[in-house]
């Protein structure tokens, strides 16, 4: 699986962060979620927190759910 690229994030003077990801907001933090996220960005691969953090993060198995005989209604 590819690692993560792409994502930023601007720390606010109120505090509150602003995740972006290819020059779009992904998602804003405030409080104690902020404060969070920053402690964890700063200790890990700051890409796949932020991934994480925004809902982006790729499992892997979405072609095989794709892929699965339920899924495929309609479509061939």
Avoid: C
Avoid at 19 to 37: Q, Y
Avoid at 50 to 69: D, Q
């Amino acid at each position: 699986m590819p690692q993560p690229q792409g994502f930023s994030y601007e720390q606010r003077a109120d505090g509150t962060v602003v995740i972006t990801h290819r020059g779009r907001a992904a998602g804003t933090l405030r409080g104690g979620r902020a404060e969070k996220f920053l402690a964890e960005v700063g200790s890990g691969d700051a890409q796949l927190v932020m991934a994480r953090w925004t809902g982006a993060y790729r499992f892997g198995n979405e072609r095989t759910a794709r892929n699965h005989p339920r899924n495929r209604s309609g479509r061939r």
